[in-house]
């Protein structure tokens, strides 16, 4: 997985969490030990608020924490909650004229999509508190 990708943000930051699920941590203190800018951490985590996978908290004391238990959040969780495949897939608007190049975007499609379900099927197999 590459490393500069959302995805793998937001898995190493979980993985972290979840060795220690109550503590409260700055996206200042996950960006610095992520290697990178503590705005990419807000947006990325901002996702898996909106998921219902982690609080925030404004203020002095404030930070992300786990919402919920580490053996409750599957990497399909977050994988879904930022909405970033990684399969490769071709817009509808992009269907070509030609019949055969028709029929193949058409069949290719159909299997990137049986890719994408076993591979989320495998991700919800696995939870972020087999990570620590």
Do not use: F
Request: aromatic share 2%; with cysteine; net charge neutral.
């Amino acid at each position: 997985m590459k490393r500069n990708s959302r995805l793998s943000l937001a898995l190493h930051t979980l993985g972290h969490m979840a060795a220690e699920p109550d503590r409260m941590r700055t996206s200042a203190d996950i960006a610095e030990h992520a290697g990178t800018n503590p705005v990419v951490v807000r947006r990325v985590l901002g996702r898996l608020r909106k998921a219902g996978l982690l609080n925030a908290e404004k203020g002095h004391s404030g930070g992300w924490r786990l919402a919920r238990s580490p053996q409750d959040i599957t990497l399909a969780d977050v994988y879904l909650a930022l909405d970033e495949s990684l399969i490769a897939t071709v817009a509808e608007e992009d269907t070509p004229n030609c019949a055969v190049e028709h029929a193949l975007h058409r069949k290719v499609s159909s299997v990137m999509a049986d890719i994408e379900r076993s591979l989320i099927e495998r991700l919800a197999a696995t939870t972020i508190a087999e990570m620590k």
